[in-house]
Structure formats: C-alpha cells, structure tokens
C-alpha cells in the first residue's frame, strides 16, 4: 500500500495516466493501484502534484483523441457525428464563458 508521495515513483505515474485516459476516476485508480485513498484525494486537489497531472494528461489526452475521431466522422458527413460536434461546440462556448 503506498501511503505517502514520496512512494509515487514515475512507474505509478504512467500507470495513473494510462488509467485516466480509459477515464477511471481517481479513487479506482488508487484501489487498483494500492494507494491509499486519503492519499489519492489529496493528490488530486493539489493540481501541482505529479500525479494530478498524470491524471489529467490521460484523461484529457484521451478525450482529444476521442473528439478528433468525432470531428472527422462529421467532415466525411456522418450525420449523428455532425450532430455530436455542435453539442460538443455548444458545451465548449458555455466553459469559455463561465471560466473565460
């Protein structure tokens, strides 16, 4: 059980990243990878720790590569695609105005 920073090395690292990216959230993450939950919380509120980042990186990494599949689906004329990407745009415009 890892229960301290210091015991994330860069294996756990590339381990929470790749979890993130198949958008397990965090405290699956820290169930499959023993590391103690209280531990994980904190990790994940401090948006400087190694592992938040990790986290983050998969996850919005993913995310990219998810929607670029969605937007050319939509170019080649894929109707539902094309339909996914305005919702996608509309979300989009709502977060830039709620956080600038």
Request: hydrophobic fraction near 40%; glycine fraction near 4%; charge should be negative.
């Amino acid at each position: 059980m890892l229960t301290s920073s210091e015991q994330i090395n860069d294996e756990v690292l590339k381990q929470i990243e790749t979890m993130g990216a198949c958008y397990f959230d965090p405290m699956a993450i820290a169930l499959a990878l023993e590391i103690d939950k209280d531990l994980m919380r904190a990790l994940m509120q401090d948006e400087n720790s190694a592992a938040y980042r990790a986290y983050y990186k998969g996850f919005y990494t993913s995310e990219f590569e998810h929607r670029k599949s969605i937007i050319d689906l939509a170019k080649s004329g894929s109707s539902p695609a094309q339909t996914m990407v305005s919702n996608i745009l509309e979300k989009a415009k709502l977060k830039l105005l709620d956080h600038g």
